[in-house]
């Protein structure tokens, strides 16, 4: 797991935590702005993701091309 996607689902619990109290209190300003961190979050844990996939992408690519090719043409 790399930082974003940390911080993502951090801040989408703290996001559905303050949206709940918001619910329980009747604070729809508290309610709004805890669906919109709750949103954020997954946003940024989403680009974590997509983040982490490229990463190993990006190494198998590398992995890949090290090796050498098993092509019957060659042999």
């Keep these: 797991m790399n930082k974003n996607q940390v911080k993502g689902h951090t801040n989408e619990a703290k996001g559905k935590v303050k949206e709940t109290a918001g619910k329980v209190t009747g604070d729809k300003g508290m309610e709004y702005q805890g669906k919109a961190e709750k949103h ?36």
């Design 40 to 75: 954020a979050g997954k946003a940024e844990a989403k680009y974590g993701d997509i983040k982490s996939d490229l990463r190993k992408n990006k190494e198998e690519t590398r992995k890949a091309r090290d090796e050498p090719l098993n092509d019957p043409i060659d042999k």
